[in-house]
């Protein structure tokens, strides 16, 4: 069985702002996911940027009768959400977006407006197989990519750079600790009985703050001397399986020419133990060929892009 995630990147029907111009654009675009998806095939496949449900049904009735559309209801400004595609029944256990008490709100531009909820909602479901069920949570933290008042993506000057780049840091740390409540609660108490994976865009790198706020207690981590020392705080991390990658692998997005991992599979004790492989993109095909994008892209700059800017990651589980 494979688990993913994949941002879709700007998933809309045509038209409005930053859907493809035409239906042509739009189902070249829906023909590059669906082929992806195909080669794939993924059980369940968390999916970030959808910005218009009927797309991702549009997206699902490509793939086949068996394959069911379940999203988040709490969408961006830009009306992007997370979901699921699925061709096991999925069960919605939990949508989430306001901040854990007694986590205050956070600043998130030069007005001083506070946010006590994340930008979008995380959605968790049980999916159930004939052999076992599993909780299955998707998300998708603050981007990297700093947007300014106006609607621009250029600073003013370095100032403002570095103060959104703070704002939007305070945000994708509080959203971070979002999920984390969230995983919790799908832990039970004892991960390794319960098994969970977490899904998502985090918009940041393996060793980054906001990332590690989702692993739990540290010590434990896949490659390090303590990853076969089972204890006490085996029962509340999550591992990501990120070191699991080849190497050459090793990336979701291309930011300015460099590779890095940004997308990321999280999974608790129990279902770390039947995790076999992992890797990005299509198993067995070539290195995926993406876009670089840079600090101050317009994502509207891409709307009539066939595919995505970013690669699927995956985990397959053997029981």
């Given amino acids: 069985m494979l688990l993913g995630t994949w941002n879709l990147e700007n998933l809309y029907r045509p038209g409005g702002r930053f859907g493809p111009k035409d239906k042509a654009a739009y189902e070249a675009k829906l023909a590059s996911l669906a082929a992806t998806i195909r080669a794939l095939r993924p059980s369940v496949l968390g999916v970030q940027e959808v910005g218009d449900p009927e797309a991702l049904r549009d997206l699902a009735g490509m793939l086949g009768e068996r394959w069911t559309v ?95 780049g703070a704002y939007a840091l305070f945000r994708r740390t509080a959203e971070a600790t979002v999920v984390r409540a969230l995983a919790d609660r799908l832990l039970h108490g004892d991960g390794r009985e319960h098994q969970v994976v977490v899904l998502g865009d985090l918009n940041d790198e393996v060793t980054a703050a906001t990332t590690q706020i989702l692993l739990g207690p540290p010590g434990s981590e896949i490659g390090t001397p303590g990853f076969d020392r089972p204890d006490k705080g085996d029962a509340h991390r ?14 979701s997005r291309i930011h300015a020419g460099r590779r890095e991992l940004i997308d990321h599979v999280l999974v608790s004790k129990s279902l770390l133990d039947l995790v076999t492989t992992a890797g990005t993109g299509v198993p067995g095909a070539a290195a995926t060929a993406l876009p670089s994008i840079g600090d101050d892209e317009d994502p509207a700059a891409r709307r009539d892009a066939a595919g995505s800017d970013h690669a699927p990651v995956w985990i397959r589980i053997e029981r």
């Fill in 70 to 164: 379940t999203l988040s209801e709490h969408a961006d400004d830009r009306g992007i959400r997370v979901g699921f595609l699925s061709d096991l029944p999925v069960s919605v256990v939990a949508d989430e977006d306001c901040f854990p008490g007694p986590m205050r709100p956070v600043q998130v531009d030069d007005s001083g407006r506070p946010v006590a909820r994340a930008g979008r909602g995380v959605l968790a479901v049980t999916v159930s197989t004939r052999a076992f069920f599993f909780d299955a949570a998707v998300c998708h933290l603050k981007s990297k990519l700093l947007s300014y008042p106006g609607g621009r993506f250029k600073a003013e000057d370095e100032g403002e750079r570095a103060r959104f």
């Fill in 238 to 251: 999550l591992w990501n399986v990120a070191p699991l990658i080849p190497a050459e692998q090793r990336y």
